[in-house]
């Protein structure tokens, strides 16, 4: 499933990049608190972009972890939602994805062994951003 977030949701005349970077982090946590999203991962732009949040609580990155080819790190949490960011994500994909926790697995597992049903859509936010916010 694909969530919006567009330029026209959190831009008005009136306002600067803190207040648009509150709106929007405002609606991520709307979101994720609705889905029971914990972890996410998105692409450097963003999550630069996050880290100047006021929910935003950065993480120590340990650089020694950093791998080749590299591989997706934490960088924070905003509020109770672990970001991650994945360096092999395109500039220019301004997605945050959720991810498959190990508690989820085990609920889509106990579902199709109940139903037989094999379903779930991971949810994905699309953020159309601004120049001016990075």
Do not use: A, W
């Amino acid at each position: 499933m694909i969530l919006e977030i567009k330029r026209s949701d959190y831009t008005t005349d009136r306002d600067n990049v803190y207040m648009r970077l509150s709106v929007i982090t405002s609606k991520i946590l709307t979101i994720c608190d609705r889905y029971k999203i914990t972890e996410v991962y998105t692409n450097v732009r963003v999550g630069v972009l996050l880290q100047d949040g006021e929910y935003f609580t950065m993480t120590y990155i340990n650089t020694s972890l950093i791998s080749v080819p590299p591989s997706p790190y934490l960088v924070g949490q905003l509020k109770d939602i672990n970001i991650f960011v994945d360096p092999m994500m395109p500039y220019t994909d301004t997605r945050i994805i959720e991810s498959m926790t190990t508690e989820k697995l085990r609920t889509l597992k106990l579902h199709k062994i109940q139903t037989g049903e094999n379903k779930y859509d991971l949810i994905q936010i699309r953020l159309e951003l601004d120049e001016s916010m990075i």
